[in-house]
Structures are given as structure tokens and as C-alpha cells.
């Protein structure tokens, strides 16, 4: 994005410094920075930002952060500014019953550490509360691993179709990628807290891309924009 608006100024933020160092536009920076789950303060002055974006960090907040979080967001974004939060449901719908029982245990797991697994449909109601107006929420469902993207503009017969036309979404690529190294990264606390070997657990996950195929699997991604008022005076609406 930075490549594509050089006149805007881009600064991505992040606990880890995985982000490059030496290659990267020039309008674009990076600031480390890890929430203070205690007392949420943002790097920024007040007022200073035209848009934020924020995507899946659910996994890493507790439930009280949250509003505390979206408060700080209203304060640094400029009057007439916006916001954009995008977080995924924890489940996989359509999916096996021993998916099904990772998730129920990953549900159990998030209430044990005053998280709310279910944040992804709450994120406008933060915004109301905070002050935000011009409140939208929709979401998409994700294929994990199939589905297709026409290759050419020629028709395909309603009676065959012909796969040298087609190919899988590289989105649901990534998605089902996204996802199944989620998954692989919970390992150790599957295992752990469940009695489960570590190959019994690998096995199982190494099969889900081929599960997901068949079953028609797929994630939620939620989304929410909303406008901070130019006064004072303007009121939230959630839609």
C-alpha cells in the first residue's frame, strides 16, 4: 500500500520485530510495540492518525482490553478519521467432530485466561461505546482449500467442467494455510493439557487440508468500520 500511495505515510506496529528493516518504501515505518494489557497507551499523539487498521489479535488480548484499546484508537485518530477491525471466529464450521473437540477445548482455554472467544461479533459494540458513529459490520466466509477462480473469460459448460480453466482461489490458499499453522502452533498446549501424543496430535492435523476439501470447510472473518464525529456532539449508531 505504501508502494501504491507514496503521498501517504504508513506505520505498521507490532510486539515482534518481524517486519524488514532495509527494503520497504520510504513512506512506510515500523514501531514495536507491545500492549500494556494493564493501562493501553498507544505511541501516538492525540489526534494524529487518518486511519487504523487492525487484524487478529484476538489470541493476544484479554476481554478488558478491549474497549480500553478502541478508547485509545478513538484518541489518536483525527476527527473524520476511520477504523477498520477484522478478527476471525476460533471455529471452523463444516468441520470434523474431532475439530469440533479442539475447538471446544480451545472455547474452554480462552475463558480460563479471561479471553472472549467470540470477540470477532462484538468488535462495533466497543466502537459505540468509545464514541465512533457510521458504525458497519459484515463478514466473509473463507473456503479452507477449495473452491475456484475462473483462469479466462471463456464459458464452461453447465454440463463439464473443464478444471484447465479453474484453479483454487489463492485466497482460500491462504486461508487454509492461515489456519492449519494456527493449529499446528497449539500443539504443545493440545497435548499437554489433553493426554495427547505429539504424533497422535500431527497426524491428525497433517490430514485437515484433505477434510477440509471434502467437507467444504470454512472460516468467518469478521469486520467492523466505524468514523470518529467531527464534534462532539455527533452520536454513535451501531448498524
Given at each position: 500500500m505504501a508502494t501504491q500511495f507514496p503521498q501517504a505515510h504508513f506505520i505498521g506496529v507490532d510486539k515482534q520485530a518481524s517486519f524488514p528493516h532495509d527494503i520497504k518504501p520510504k513512506n512506510c515505518h515500523f514501531k514495536l510495540f507491545d500492549i500494556n494489557q494493564s493501562m493501553v497507551k498507544l505511541p501516538f499523539l492525540?489526534?494524529?492518525?487518518?486511519y487504523i487498521f487492525q487484524r487478529d489479535l484476538?489470541?493476544?488480548?484479554?476481554?478488558?482490553?478491549?474497549?480500553?484499546l478502541v478508547k485509545e484508537f478513538f484518541r489518536v485518530l483525527k476527527p473524520g478519521g476511520w477504523i477498520e477491525l477484522v478478527e476471525p471466529d476460533i471455529e471452523t464450521h463444516s468441520a470434523s467432530s474431532y475439530e469440533d473437540f479442539l475447538t471446544n477445548k480451545l472455547i474452554g482455554a480462552?475463558?480460563?485466561r479471561q479471553?472472549?472467544?467470540?470477540?470477532?461479533?462484538?468488535?462495533s459494540s466497543f466502537m459505540a461505546v468509545a464514541g465512533f458513529r457510521r458504525i458497519q459490520s459484515d463478514f466473509q466466509?473463507?473456503?479452507?482449500?477449495?473452491?475456484?477462480?475462473?483462469?479466462?473469460?471463456s464459458a464452461i459448460s453447465s454440463t463439464r467442467k473443464d478444471?484447465?480453466?479453474?484453479?483454487c482461489s489463492e485466497f482460500a490458499r491462504a486461508a487454509a494455510s492461515h489456519r492449519l499453522d494456527l493449529l499446528k502452533s497449539l500443539q504443545p498446549?493440545?497435548?499437554?493439557?489433553?493426554?495427547v501424543s505429539k504424533a497422535k496430535y500431527d497426524n491428525y492435523i497433517s490430514q485437515l487440508p484433505d477434510e477440509w476439501y471434502h467437507a467444504k470447510s470454512y472460516t468467518n472473518w469478521h469486520r467492523s468500520t466505524a468514523q470518529k464525529p467531527y464534534t462532539k456532539h455527533d452520536?454513535?449508531?451501531a448498524v
Open positions: 492525540d489526534q494524529s492518525v487518518d484476538n489470541w493476544n488480548l484479554s476481554e478488558t482490553t478491549w474497549l480500553p480462552f475463558q480460563d479471553q472472549d472467544p467470540f470477540i470477532a461479533k462484538r468488535l466466509s473463507i473456503p479452507l482449500g477449495w473452491g475456484y477462480q475462473k483462469l479466462c473469460t478444471h484447465r480453466l479453474l484453479r498446549w493440545f497435548t499437554r493439557e489433553n493426554n452520536t454513535a449508531i
